[in-house]
C-alpha cells in the first residue's frame, strides 16, 4: 500500500499562483508515477499532470500545458505541482495519486484525500 498526503491548497485571485505538495510514504518502490487529476463541483475527476518516480518523463493536460509545472524530489518522496497564472475554472479538489501502471500516467491505483484550490475572478 502506498499513503499519500497533500497540502497546499487555498484560495487565490485569478492570474495568482500556488504550490501543491504531495507526500508518498509506505510501498513507494512499487510506484511507477505520481501526478495530479482534480474534480470540480458536478464534473468527473479529470487529469492535470503526471510524472515518472525514476526518470523525467513528465504528462500534462492540455488546459494546463505551459501555467502549471510537475516535479519530484525522491529524497522527501514529495511531488509538487507549481500552478501559475490561476484561472477561475481551475477551481476544484486537487487529489494526488500514484500509478504502477508503465503504459500511461493517466491512471492512478492510489489516492490522497483531496486539496481544495479555489480561484476567484
Known amino acids: 500500500q502506498v499513503q499519500l498526503a497533500e497540502s497546499g491548497g487555498g484560495l487565490v485571485q485569478a492570474g495568482g499562483s500556488l504550490r501543491l505538495s504531495c507526500a508518498a510514504s509506505?510501498?513507494?518502490?512499487?510506484?511507477?508515477?505520481m501526478g495530479w487529476f482534480r474534480q470540480a463541483p458536478g464534473k468527473e475527476r479529470e487529469f492535470v499532470a503526471a510524472i515518472t518516480w525514476i526518470g523525467t518523463s513528465t504528462d500534462y493536460a492540455d488546459s494546463v500545458k505551459g501555467r502549471f509545472t510537475i516535479s519530484r524530489d525522491n529524497a522527501k518522496n514529495t511531488i509538487y505541482l507549481q500552478m501559475n497564472s490561476l484561472k477561475p475554472e481551475d477551481t476544484a479538489v486537487y487529489y494526488c495519486g500514484a500509478g504502477t501502471s508503465i503504459a500511461t500516467m493517466r491512471l492512478s491505483t492510489y489516492w490522497g484525500q483531496g486539496t481544495q484550490v479555489t480561484v476567484s475572478s
Open positions: 509506505g510501498r513507494t518502490a512499487s510506484m511507477h508515477h
